[in-house]
C-alpha cells in the first residue's frame, strides 16, 4: 500500500509541470490545464491523508510501511503547499481581470484589440451581477490617477520608457491622443495581458498631467491580483 501511495504522491507532484508543459506546447487550452491543477490538489490531498492515517497505524508494527507513508506523505505537501497558495491568493483578492486607475472614464483600447483573438476576455469594464468599479476600489484603493506637475510630452516620454524598462511590450505609440498601447507576458504560463496608459492635461490644475493606467487579462476569470500589482508598479516607478 506504501509503494502505490508513493507512486500516487509522485503523480501529483507531477501535476503542475504537465499542466504547464502542456499548455504551453499547445496541447490543450487554459481550461484543461487548470482542470489537471485540481485533479493534482485533490489527489495530493488524499495521498497526505492516506499517509498520515498509514504511519499512525504501521509506525510499531511495520516500519518499512511507515516510512514509505511518510515519504509519501512529504511528496505530496509539495503540490499541496505550490497549490495551495494560489488558491490562498485567489480568496484574497476578488475574482476581477480588469482594473483602471479611473474607474468612471477607463482608457480605451484600439491598437491591441486585433491582437486577443478569439475566446479572450471582453474589454468593456464591467463584471456580471456587480459594480467593477466598487469591487476595485475596494480591493485595491490605491490604484489611482497619478497628477504630476510636468508637461504633457514628459509624462508621455517617462511613460514609454517605464514600460520599457518593466518589460512591456510597446504595441502603438500616438503622441497626438496621448495613448500608449503595450502587452505583457507572464513568464511561467506566458499568459498576455494589455495594457493602456492614457496621458493628457489635468483640466482643473495649470502646467499638470494625468496619466491613467488600465491593465486587463486576455484569460482567465481572475487575475489573483496581476493587474493590479503591474500597475501599481508603474505608478511607483512613475513617481519615484
Known amino acids: 500500500m506504501s509503494r502505490l501511495l508513493k507512486w500516487l504522491a509522485v503523480l501529483s507532484a507531477l501535476g503542475f509541470p ?55 506523505v512529504v511528496i505530496s505537501l509539495i503540490p499541496i503547499i505550490g497549490l495551495g497558495s494560489q488558491v490562498f491568493v485567489a480568496r484574497t483578492v476578488p475574482a476581477i481581470h480588469n482594473i483602471s486607475t479611473d474607474t468612471v472614464n477607463p482608457p480605451q483600447f484600439n491598437a491591441v484589440v486585433a491582437l486577443r483573438g478569439e475566446g479572450t476576455n471582453p474589454l468593456e469594464y464591467k463584471i456580471e451581477n456587480g459594480d467593477l468599479a466598487e469591487v476595485q476600489k475596494n480591493a485595491y484603493p490605491d490604484i489611482k490617477t497619478i497628477t504630476a506637475n510636468i508637461s504633457v510630452q514628459n509624462a508621455f516620454d517617462k511613460a514609454v520608457n517605464i514600460a520599457e524598462d518593466l518589460g512591456w511590450e510597446i504595441v502603438s505609440k500616438d503622441q497626438a491622443s496621448g495613448i500608449i498601447e503595450a502587452t505583457q507576458t507572464t513568464t511561467l504560463w506566458q499568459f498576455k495581458d494589455d495594457i493602456v496608459i492614457r496621458i493628457r492635461a489635468n483640466t482643473q490644475t495649470p502646467d499638470s498631467t494625468d496619466i491613467d493606467l488600465r491593465s486587463v487579462s486576455r484569460i482567465g476569470r481572475s487575475d489573483l491580483g496581476a493587474n493590479a500589482r503591474r500597475i501599481q508598479h508603474f505608478i511607483d516607478q512613475f513617481n519615484s
Open 18 to 72: 504537465l499542466a504547464l508543459i502542456g499548455f504551453r506546447v499547445g496541447l490543450y487550452e487554459f481550461g484543461t490545464g487548470f482542470r489537471i491543477l485540481n485533479y493534482t490538489f485533490y489527489l495530493a490531498a488524499a495521498v497526505f491523508v492516506v499517509g498520515i492515517v498509514l504511519f499512525l497505524m504501521h509506525r510499531k508494527a511495520k516500519p518499512d510501511s511507515s516510512r514509505g507513508a511518510i515519504i509519501a
